[in-house]
C-alpha cells in the first residue's frame, strides 16, 4: 500500500518531522545525540534508544524470532503531550504495519501514518518494525507470518507498559489491537496469541480492528491463480520467498518465477532498498502468467502443493478455538484487487462458528480497491470508530 497523504495525515505527522530517530548500520544504533540514551534496568528487557520530547520514543526489547529463538527487536512508543505531562495512560493502541519492503519504512525508521490515527486521538502507541526490520534488517522479512509478526507486537506492547511503569506512569486496561492488509492478518494472529497460555493472563485486547487480512494464504493463492492478474504481485513474491528462506522449504526459484524476478528476486526483496511500489514497477506486470512458471500456476501440481502445503501453518480460519467473549471487527472492501475479500467472509463465519458473540463484519464502509480503501481504513478510524470509543 502506497503512503497515506492527506491533509489530516500531513497536519498530525508536523508533530514528528523533526525527529529523526537513529540510523542503523552493521546492527549498531548511530545517533545524532548519544547523551540522548538512556538504558533501563536489565530485567525490564527494554533499552530505550531515543525519547524525544514530542514524546515519541524508539526502544529495542527482547522476543523470539520466527523460530522461537530469543532475539532483540525494535519498535517505536508515540506519547501525548497530555500523557507526558500527567503520567497517565489510558488507553493504548498496538499498531500492526501493513506490507513493507524497504528499510525505510518501518516504524523506527519515521514511518507514520495508519498508527497516528489512535495518537490523534489521545492515545498511546506501540508500533512494532518485526522481523526484517530496524534492530533485525539483516534477517528475512517474516512476511505474513502472522504468528511471528504478531509476537513481536505483544512483546512490544508489554516492554512499553512495563517501561512507563517503572518510570512512574499509572496505565489504564484499555488496548486497542489494530491493522491493514498484513497488518490485518497480524491483528487476528495477535488475539490468537494473547489467548494462548504462554499470554494469557499477560495482555488481553479490548478491542481488535482486522481489516483487508490475508488471513488463509492458501486460499488467497488459489484466488490468484484463478484471476490471472495481481493488484499486488510483489506481494506474492515475497510471500514465496519468506515460506521457502524462514522454512526451508528448498525450492528453486528459478523453477518458480519467470525473469526478471528469477534472476534478481534477491537485489529487489533482501536488500530492503527498495519500497513496495519500486519492486512492483521493477517486476513490470502483474500478469501472473508473466511472473510464475507454469507448474505453479496448476493448483494440483505437486509444486503448487508444496507451497499451499507449506503456508497452511499460517492459517487464521482454522485450529484454534477464540475466547468467546473475544471483541472484533472484521473489515474488507469487496473490490480489493490485492488481498481476497473472500479472506474475511472465512474468517468471519469462523468466529461465528466457535461461538463469539462480539465479532463484526463491516463489508460497507471500505468500499475501493485494496490502496485506497487503507486511507478510506484511517478515515473510518478517525472519523467513526475512535471518536466514540
Known amino acids: 500500500m502506497k503512503k497515506i497523504v492527506f ?26 545525540n548519544p547523551d ?119 512483546d512490544a506492547l508489554l516492554a512499553a507498559r512495563e517501561w512507563l511503569l517503572s518510570e512512574g506512569y499509572t496505565l489504564g486496561d484499555t488496548i486497542l489491537n489494530y491493522g491493514y492488509s498484513q497488518g490485518g492478518q497480524t491483528t487476528v494472529a495477535a ?58 522449504l528448498g525450492l528453486k526459484y528459478s523453477d518458480i518465477f ?15 532498498k527498495f519500497s513496495s511500489d519500486e519492486i512492483s514497477d521493477l517486476i513490470g506486470t502483474n500478469e501472473i502468467a508473466r511472473i510464475m512458471k507454469p507448474a505453479y500456476l496448476d493448483v494440483n501440481s505437486e509444486e503448487t502443493q508444496t507451497l499451499l502445503n507449506a503456508v497452511k501453518v499460517h492459517d487464521l480460519t482454522s485450529g484454534w478455538t477464540p475466547d468467546a467473549d473475544t471483541d472484533i471487527l472484521i473489515m474488507h472492501s469487496q473490490n480489493d484487487d490485492v488481498v481476497p475479500y473472500a479472506n474475511s467472509e472465512k474468517l468471519y463465519q469462523f468466529f461465528v462458528n466457535a461461538g463469539v458473540q462480539n465479532v463484526q463484519f463491516d463489508n460497507t464502509y471500505l468500499k475501493n480497491d485494496h490502496e485506497t480503501s487503507g486511507t478510506d481504513f484511517f478515515l473510518y478510524l478517525v472519523t467513526k470508530f475512535l471518536p466514540k470509543w
Open 258 to 272: 519467470q525473469k526478471p524476478l528469477s534472476d534478481h528476486w534477491k537485489g529487489w526483496f533482501l536488500s530492503k
Open 36 to 154: 540522548s540514551v538512556t538504558f533501563v534496568e536489565p530485567d525490564l528487557g527494554l533499552q530505550v534508544t531515543d525519547e524525544v520530547s514530542n514524546g515519541l520514543m524508539s526502544f529495542k526489547y527482547q522476543t523470539k524470532d520466527n523460530n522461537g529463538m530469543p532475539i532483540w527487536m525494535s519498535a517505536t512508543l508515540q506519547l501525548t503531550p497530555a500523557q507526558l505531562s500527567s503520567k497517565r495512560v489510558g488507553k493504548m493502541a498496538m499498531y500492526n504495519h501493513y506490507s513493507i519492503m524497504s528499510a525505510d519504512e518501518a516504524p523506527t525508521a519515521g514511518k507514520s501514518d495508519l498508527q497516528l490515527a489512535p495518537y490523534a486521538m489521545g492515545m498511546a502507541v506501540v508500533s512494532a518494525d518485526c522481523q526484517g526490520f530496524g534492530e533485525t534488517d539483516n534477517m528475512m522479512q517474516a512476511y505474513c507470518f502472522g504468528e511471528a509478526n504478531a509476537r513481536a507486537s505483544i
Open 7 to 32: 491533509s489530516l495525515v500531513l497536519s498530525i505527522m508536523e508533530t514528528f518531522v523533526s525527529a529523526q530517530i537513529y540510523v542503523w548500520k552493521d546492527g549498531n544504533v548511530l545517533l545524532e
Open 191 to 248: 488475539v490468537k496469541l494473547s489467548q494462548s497460555d504462554e499470554y494469557r493472563g499477560r495482555v488481553h485486547f479490548t478491542k481488535s480492528i482486522a481489516a483487508a487480512g490475508p488471513h488463509d494464504l492458501q486460499l488467497t493463492y488459489r484466488n490468484f491463480i484463478e484471476n490471472e492478474t495481481l493488484g499486488m504481485p510483489q506481494a506474492l513474491a515475497l510471500t514465496i520467498i519468506a515460506n521457502n528462506e524462514l522454512l526451508g
